[in-house]
């Protein structure tokens, strides 16, 4: 079992930047891969990041790509999203996942804990 907690969301404006972080519980955690993922007003979760139990691969939605960075630290069981040129469109809930096996997916079907979310608004 994975408890996972996010923060570090807020209010900014176009082109500041944020860092979210995700807090998970459990002593498995190195063997998670993790992703985030966020969900506009009135549309469905979608792909933001995901990272390896290692943290040596990352893979990004082509639409975050260049200006938001995934990271973890193992010994700290957290992972965190580094969003920089934030945009409008960048408005959302956002979550992180985790999935066991440690292999990355893009696919929020195949995470099997999720955390509660935190808002993110980008005013224009």
């Known amino acids: 079992q994975v408890q996972l907690v996010e923060s570090g969301g807020g209010l900014v404006q176009a082109g500041d930047s944020l860092r979210l972080s995700c807090a998970a519980s459990g002593r498995t955690f190195g063997s998670y891969a993790m992703g985030w993922f966020r969900q506009p007003p009135g549309k469905e979760r979608e792909f933001v990041a995901a990272i390896n139990w290692s943290g040596v691969t990352t893979y990004y939605a082509d639409s975050v790509k260049g200006r938001f960075t995934i990271s973890r630290d193992n010994a700290k069981r957290t992972v965190y999203l580094q969003m920089n040129s934030l945009k409008p469109e960048d408005t959302a809930v956002y979550y992180c996942?985790?999935?066991?096996?440690?292999?990355?997916?893009?696919?929020?079907?195949?995470?099997?804990?999720w955390g509660q979310g935190t808002q993110v608004t980008v005013s224009s």
């Open positions: 996942g985790a999935r066991r096996g440690g292999t990355y997916s893009a696919s929020r079907n195949e995470y099997e804990y």
